[in-house]
């Protein structure tokens, strides 16, 4: 290709690329086509900005969140009676026995029937509410621990019909384990002391007369209102 | 103002420099765009993707003369051009091997205006008219032509030797005998 030839080829080529436009060509509105294009331009940025709101949002909500779910794990009560129940069946009887004892907040007292004792299965305080076998003159006894203050509290709260909190115990536990069912006859009585026995005068009290003169005396009305024995000191005067 | 300065201030992002530039260049490569494309509003829409393209990545692009700006929006609009071909053609072409080469007539072509150049070529089929416009007129090998279409190079020389056997045809209908000339 001689360089006249190229030049020409340049000329055509040349000519195409300056080409802005046909003769007979309506021209196109730029002005519109710009509006497009920066409407295009402008509308990627504002996108953008909105994602970066939307996930700072997310980020918020799940800031708010995250703390309410710990919370809610950390007192779900069915779980924790559970759980609390599968140790006290793996630790051996003389273990509980000497938690107990440890526990400065746990009283042991006589078996008391709470008439009005409401504890729903899904709002059992797992902190105040506890079952404590404790071995006594080779018998297994169930106590309840209950702190009157929690008690009202749950009342309060509660609309359900009142029941036995050893009922609604076992009730809250999954249907697979029981609780061993030990009936009233088989608890029997701190201190057993018949009727008969109560009502007969001569029976009822008892006196000690000590070297030092003194007398005790046993009162049989004090035993029965709390079951516990009173000793009564009176000076003889002989 | 300069072009170096609209440039630079693109790149900051003012919507009036962009705009500058734009109304420079817009007709020129709209030109390119329909070369490829025969509908005009389809060459638009083309035209708007290239810029936005190049407005895009303004920040990445260091100037070095108003020719290789030129040259870098030229190239972004015809791979824009050649993505909505391949979209909308597939460029199922046929290769015929047995198409003889045929030289085109740069001399009778120069005697015509851009204008009339323009009328020629869009005449052309889908097919014929790509392979010319990147084999004849942006100067492509035919071996990256083949690698851009996904066609073979033989695909593309046949498809050249057609498109100027074709354009031989239109220049003579237009009473422009070019093979005439030659033997002048």
């Not at chain 2, 990256?144 to 354009?167: F, M, R, W």
Request: proline share 5%; glycine share 4%; net charge positive.
């Amino acid at each position: 290709m001689s360089i006249e030839n190229l030049n020409n080829t340049e000329s055509w080529r040349s000519k195409l690329d300056d080409l802005e436009g046909l003769p007979g060509d309506t021209r196109v509105d730029k002005n519109a086509a710009y509006e497009k294009l920066h409407a295009r331009l402008r509308g990627k940025k504002r996108s953008r900005k909105a994602m970066w709101y939307w996930a700072a949002a997310a980020c918020l909500l799940l800031a708010f969140m995250i703390p309410l779910i710990f919370k809610k794990n950390k007192i779900h009560p069915v779980a924790g009676i559970e759980a609390e129940h599968k140790q006290q069946e793996k630790m051996p009887d003389d273990i509980n026995t000497k938690r107990v004892k440890k526990d400065p907040v746990t009283i042991i007292g006589p078996l008391i029937e709470k008439e009005k004792e409401v504890v729903a299965p899904g709002k059992i305080n797992r902190t105040n509410h506890k079952i404590i076998p404790v071995e006594i003159k080779n018998k297994i006894r169930l106590y309840d621990t209950v702190i009157p203050t929690d008690l009202a509290k749950e009342n309060i709260s509660n609309s359900l019909q009142p029941v036995d909190s050893a009922s609604s115990i076992a009730a809250t536990l999954p249907p697979g384990k029981k609780l061993k069912v030990i009936h009233i006859n088989e608890l029997g009585d701190p201190v057993e002391v018949s009727p008969e026995t109560v009502n007969k005068k001569e029976l009822r009290s008892f006196q000690l007369e000590l070297a030092s003169q003194e007398v005790y005396s046993h009162s049989p009305v004090a035993f029965n209102k709390s079951g516990f024995t009173i000793f009564k000191t009176k000076s003889s005067s002989n | 103002m300069d072009i170096s300065e609209l440039i630079k201030e693109a790149k900051q992002g003012s919507s009036a420099a962009q705009k500058c530039l734009f109304d420079l260049l817009a007709d020129k490569l709209l030109m390119i765009c329909r070369r490829y494309v025969k509908r005009p509003e389809d060459a638009e829409e083309i035209m708007l993707d290239g810029f936005y393209k190049f407005f895009k990545n303004l920040s990445s692009f260091s100037y070095l003369g108003e020719a290789a700006l030129f040259v870098w929006l030229k190239k972004i609009m015809i791979n824009e051009c050649l993505m909505f071909l391949r979209k909308k053609n597939g460029f199922n072409i046929v290769s015929d091997s047995d198409v003889p080469d045929i030289p085109l007539e740069e001399e009778a072509l120069n005697n015509l205006s851009a204008a009339e150049i323009f009328n020629i070529v869009i005449q052309l089929p889908v097919g014929y008219r790509t392979v010319f416009n990147l084999y004849e007129i942006e100067g492509m090998p035919h071996k990256d032509i083949a690698l851009l279409l996904g066609i073979s190079e033989g695909t593309s020389k046949s498809q050249l030797s057609k498109s100027k056997v074709l354009l031989q045809k239109m220049l003579l209908q237009k009473g422009i005998n070019y093979v005439n000339r030659k033997s002048q």
